[in-house]
């Protein structure tokens, strides 16, 4: 069972492709050009969505919360093992 403070919600996806910024370009990923953005959502909560742009549509691939663990402090950049 997911945790509630976990979720994601459509608004907060929204929110992030409509005022985050791309962090990450992937131009040869195996399912066409996608990215990898980083943005707020309605509760201020830091949000990575990776999406792909298509002639007609967004395809959003995921969605989550990045951890420090893996990321920097800002979620820019990610952490060198």
Not at 26 to 38: I, N, T, V
Not at 54 to 64: G, M, Q, R
Request: hydrophobic share 35%; aromatic share 8%.
């Amino acid at each position: 069972m997911s945790r509630a403070d976990r979720m994601i919600t459509v608004s907060d996806v929204r929110k992030v492709i409509f005022e985050g910024e791309i962090i990450e370009d992937y131009p040869r990923d195996k399912r066409g050009h996608s990215c990898l953005m980083l943005g707020t959502g309605m509760d201020g909560r830091a949000i990575h969505v990776v999406c792909s742009p298509k002639d007609e549509y967004l395809v959003i691939i995921t969605a989550y919360l990045p951890t420090e663990h893996e990321w920097g402090q800002d979620f820019r950049v990610r952490r060198k093992n």
